[in-house]
């Protein structure tokens, strides 16, 4: 059964640095999204991404987030300069289209640890 | 605002026993109601969703759920849990006039089963 594929599981990272994690959707999906959970906190989306360029964003994708397709392949969450409170996992998530009623396909999630 | 509350942060059932797991929405239109299932190291899998029609929906692996408006609820449901059911369980909610696909989840309950 496909599925979406996340690299790495694990980050750590310091402060300031710029941490890039990556994604791999499900192959035909055109939709794709990030989605953060902060531990002990809801899971809260980040971002969706429809036809290279993003569809909507939340509060906290502020200019230190983007997000690329730079492939027919990968999709890409990169944060500029990390905080503390970056500290979460990832998922990344896809779907065939942009319907409401679409499922969105997680993958496992990449823990982001930044020092 | 829109919010998802699952009330339950953490349930213990035994083997054999029923299971109901609560999830309160507040939302303005017509929602989309998911229930999603994670387990260690896995992304969210989909167990089912509500978007009309008859209000008991019936999912994967033996579960379903209720959606009952005049209670904003859509709790979760199975009637005999077995230890592989034991996993982290979210709430989330749509509509029909996001068209960013934007998934708003509640907090998640840890179901641990007792042998």
């Known amino acids: 059964e496909p599925e979406v594929t996340q690299t790495p599981s694990h980050q750590v990272t310091q402060m300031g640095q710029e941490v890039i994690l990556r994604c791999v959707p499900i192959?035909?999906?055109?939709?794709f999204y990030w989605y953060r959970q902060i531990l002990g906190q809801k899971v809260e989306f980040l971002v969706s991404f429809y036809n290279n360029e993003i569809s909507e964003k939340s509060e906290i994708f502020d200019d230190q987030f983007s997000v690329e397709r730079p492939d027919g392949s990968n999709f890409t969450l990169k944060i500029r300069s990390t905080k503390l409170e970056d500290s979460a996992m990832y998922f990344c998530?896809?779907?065939?289209?942009?319907?409401?009623?679409?499922?969105?396909?997680f993958g496992p999630g990449t823990r982001l640890t930044v020092l | 605002a829109q919010s998802v509350t699952q009330p339950d942060i953490h349930i213990t059932v035994s083997e054999g026993a029923s299971l109901e797991l609560r999830c309160n929405y507040s939302y303005g239109a017509t929602p989309y109601l998911f229930w999603y299932v994670q387990s260690p190291g896995q992304g969210l899998q989909l167990l089912l969703k509500y978007f009309s029609g008859d209000t008991l929906v019936q999912g994967i692996k033996g579960f379903e759920a209720e959606f009952k408006r005049s209670q904003s609820s859509f709790n979760l449901r199975k009637p005999s849990v077995h230890w592989s059911d034991a996993a982290e369980y979210f709430c989330a909610v749509s509509d029909q006039y996001n068209q960013g696909g934007k998934l708003i989840f509640g907090q998640g309950t840890e179901l641990s089963v007792k042998p």
């Open positions: 192959s035909n999906h055109l939709y």
């Open positions: 998530a896809s779907s065939e289209d942009r319907q409401p009623t679409d499922t969105q396909y």
